[in-house]
Structure formats: C-alpha cells, structure tokens
C-alpha cells in the first residue's frame, strides 16, 4: 500500500532556530499533500494544503510566514519552522493523497515530535 | 465551517466488551466520513469510511460505523474489543463545500482495553 515516510521523527531546536520536517512519498504520486498540528490531548489540527508547484493554502490563524511549506515535487514537501518558539513545540503529522491507490483516500506520516528549548 | 464532535475522550473497556465511540458533524451538504485508528507510536491508518451507498460500513479489524444522516452521526461499534485495540481513534468528515479535499478531525477518543 501507500507509504508516507516523515523525517526527522524527533527534533529538539534551539529557540530562535529553524527546522525542516521533510513528507515523502515513497511510491505514489502525491498531487497534495496537508500538514496538520496536534496538540495534547487535542485534534489534528490542519495548517495548510500544499499542492505541487503551487503555494500553499493556509488555514485561518496559520502564519504563513513562520511555518513555510514547499511541494516542489510530487514526492516531497517540506515545512519549516522559522524562528522557532517554545510554543511551536508539538507534534507535527503530514498526509498525502494518493487518486491512484486509493481514490479520495488519504496516507499519514507517522509524525515529527518537535521541542524548542 | 464543518466540524466534527467525539463526545468520549477516554474509554476504558475489559476485552471482549463492546464498544461504541460516538462521532458528530456539523455539516449540511454532502459528507464523506472516515475513522482513523492511531496506535501507540505509530501512524493513522484508516479504519473505515463512508462515501455512499449503505449506510453501514464494515471496516479492518472488526469495526463497522453506521451513517445517520437524520443525526448527523457516524458511530464506530466494534462488539468484542481485544487487549489490541487499544489506541486512539478519530473521526474525521470532508465536505463538499471544500471540494472534497480537507479532512476536519474530530478530537479523538483514547481507548484501553484491559486483559
């Protein structure tokens, strides 16, 4: 089945760094690919939509400019975390759609834990 | 804006009990309806899901939900948990509205059978 590799699963950054999560996928073509935050005890939460070759489409009270994301292939999408806070620790998880293998059907990451200190 | 209520957030079980995890949407139009299951440690997988057709679906590992559409609920039942099924669940609904393309998540429900 589709696979989703994330990468760094763990990071720990200083504050005031930047970091950058990197969402593949290992063999399917992803068109589009969404990011999502979930915090303790808390939904998934989406952040953004990117789509390949296009900019991303940021949900309300996301600031684009701290959490900037590039698809610039059908295979990779990263998001970087600019000038990171404390309050930017979470758990961050990618998802990509995959029309061939399963039509509509989303493949998660298995997630990045980030800690900023 | 479509959202989506999961009224249990922690659920303890014996194995071999039955479960039912309650999962509500705010939403009016056409919906299709997931249920994810996240394990410790490991990635969401989806568990079931509803596009069209009979409202009762059968999903991996045992699980079905049923689509009300009058109540505006997708409910997971499973009849006899195992120890393995411990996990976290959610329940996650797109609209058409969205084109079909963003996935609103409910805020989960921590399940733990015990042996």
């Known amino acids: 089945g589709a696979v989703v590799s994330q990468h760094p699963s763990r990071v720990i950054c200083k504050s005031g760094t930047s970091v950058k999560i990197e969402c593949r996928s290992l063999d399917f073509q992803a068109t589009t690919m969404f990011w999502y935050r979930q915090f303790p005890k808390k939904s998934l939460m989406l952040m953004a939509t990117?789509?390949?070759?296009?900019?991303?489409?940021?949900e309300q009270g996301v600031e684009k400019d701290k959490f900037l994301i590039n698809h610039a292939s059908l295979t990779l999408s990263t998001l970087t975390v600019t000038s990171a806070h404390p309050e930017d620790s979470s758990f961050y998880i990618c998802?990509?759609?995959?029309?061939?293998?399963?039509?509509?059907?989303?493949?998660f990451g298995s997630g990045t834990r980030l800690t900023v200190v | 804006a479509q959202s989506v209520s999961q009224h249990n957030h922690h659920v303890i079980l014996s194995e071999a009990a039955s479960l039912e995890l309650g999962c509500n949407y705010s939403?009016?139009?056409?919906?299709?309806l997931f249920w994810y299951v996240q394990y410790p440690g490991q990635h969401l997988q989806l568990l079931l899901k509803y596009f069209s057709g009979d409202p009762l679906v059968k999903g991996i590992k045992g699980f079905e939900a049923e689509f009300i559409k009058s109540k505006f609920s997708f409910n997971l039942r499973k009849p006899s948990v195992q120890w393995s099924d411990t996990a976290e669940y959610f329940c996650a609904v797109r609209a058409s509205n969205t084109g079909f393309q963003k996935l609103v998540f409910g805020t989960g429900t921590r399940l733990l059978v015990s042996p």
């Open positions: 998802s990509a759609r995959d029309r061939v293998v399963e039509p509509y059907g989303y493949t």
């Open positions: 939403y009016g139009g056409t919906v299709n």
């Open positions: 990117s789509n390949e070759g296009s900019k991303a489409t940021y």
